[in-house]
């Protein structure tokens, strides 16, 4: 309070007392309104840990019983009539959403990993093959997925093991900063593999 009669003091002349005493009472809700005896209600939907039903009840009645059982009273529909409460243990209930949504995230991660592909050859010269490895590997550094392939042309199709050599040297060079998350295979013409990030 102090700090909005300062403001007012200062800038009083430029704006309104109630501008200031609403910005107040905004920063000073409880982020946890919908917990316990914050919540405002007075008639409340009881659900039991378990998602049983426990009827209609007070406020002060649905805090006893929480209470008495252990757990938190937590507000989980405030737009329904009545309004829909839950027993849980709520920082439970906060650690395992936030473990919930940072695994989200870290699948988001992945899915959104770019695949840069590099097309090697079975005749692939040492300059050419050295300097698609030293690419790869800054891609991998980033964060990246490689897939190497390599298409095979006419009798090549005959000795597909001279192709698989190739891959397997490529994964040999990034084994350091690598790891194989499919091994080479077939598909049509074209063998390939990918690679992903070594985990830290």
Avoid: W
Avoid at 48 to 70: I, M, R
Wanted: aromatic share 10%; net charge positive.
């Amino acid at each position: 309070m102090p700090n909005i009669i300062y403001l007012y003091v200062v800038l009083g002349e430029y704006f309104d007392i109630h501008f200031f005493m609403e910005v107040f009472t905004i920063s000073s809700r409880d982020r946890n309104a919908g917990v316990n005896e914050q919540i405002r209600a007075s008639q409340l939907l009881v659900i039991g840990p378990k998602g049983e039903q426990l009827g209609v009840k007070s406020k002060e009645d649905a805090l006893v019983l929480a209470n008495y059982a252990g757990f938190d009273l937590v507000m989980i529909n405030e737009s329904a009539n009545p309004p829909v409460c839950k027993l849980m243990d709520y920082n439970k209930y906060k650690y395992e959403k936030a473990k919930k949504q940072k695994e989200n995230l870290k699948k988001q991660r992945e899915t959104n990993q770019e695949i840069k592909e590099y097309r090697l050859s079975v005749t692939i010269d040492k300059h050419d093959f050295d300097t698609k490895v030293n690419n790869a590997l800054k891609h991998l550094q980033k964060g990246n997925k490689i897939k190497a392939s390599l298409r095979f042309k006419g009798r090549q199709l005959s000795h597909t093991e001279l192709g698989e050599e190739v891959l397997k040297r490529f994964a040999d060079a990034l084994n350091e900063f690598s790891d194989i998350e499919s091994n080479a295979r077939m598909e049509f013409k074209t063998m390939f593999m990918v690679l992903v990030p070594k985990k830290k």
